[in-house]
C-alpha cells in the first residue's frame, strides 16, 4: 500500500517562508512525477508545481517564489515557498504518480493535505 505523508505548513506572516514536505512510502517500484497542488475556500483546486527527473513546472502565480526539489532516492519531494502573500493561503497537498510493482500501471496518489495560512 503507498502512502503520502505531508509535514510543514501552519501559519505564517506575510513575506516570510514556509517549507513542505512530502514523503511516498510503502511498496513503490518507480515514483513519476511529484506535484502541489493548492484549493483556497470557494476557489477549484489548481497545480502549482511538478517536478519529473528531467524538468519543473510552476504556475505563473508562484514563479520566483517557489522551489519544487526532490530527494535523491526519488521519493520525497519539498516545497520551499519564499516571499508568501496572503493570496497564497490554502490546503496544499502533494501528489506522486507512482508504480508500485513492475507489474502493475502507474496510479496518482494523494498526501493529506495541509493548511498554509499567510497573515500578520
Known amino acids: 500500500q503507498v502512502q503520502l505523508v505531508q509535514s510543514g505548513g501552519g501559519l505564517v506572516q506575510p513575506g516570510g517562508p514556509l517549507r513542505l514536505s512530502c514523503a511516498a512510502s510503502g511498496s513503490i517500484f518507480s515514483t513519476n512525477a511529484m506535484g502541489w497542488y493548492r484549493q483556497a475556500p470557494g476557489n477549484q483546486r489548481e497545480l502549482v508545481a511538478t517536478?519529473?527527473?528531467?524538468?519543473?513546472y510552476y504556475a505563473d502565480s508562484v514563479k520566483g517564489r517557489y522551489t519544487i526539489s526532490r530527494d535523491s532516492a526519488g521519493n520525497t519531494v519539498y516545497l520551499q515557498m519564499n516571499s508568501l502573500k496572503p493570496e497564497d493561503t490554502a490546503v496544499y497537498s502533494c501528489?506522486?504518480?507512482?508504480?508500485?510493482?513492475?507489474?502493475?500501471?502507474?496510479?496518482?496518489?494523494w498526501g493529506q493535505g495541509t493548511q498554509v495560512t499567510v497573515a500578520s
Open positions: 517536478i519529473t527527473s528531467g524538468s519543473t
Open positions: 501528489n506522486a504518480v507512482i508504480q508500485a510493482r513492475r507489474s502493475s500501471p502507474s496510479r496518482n496518489y
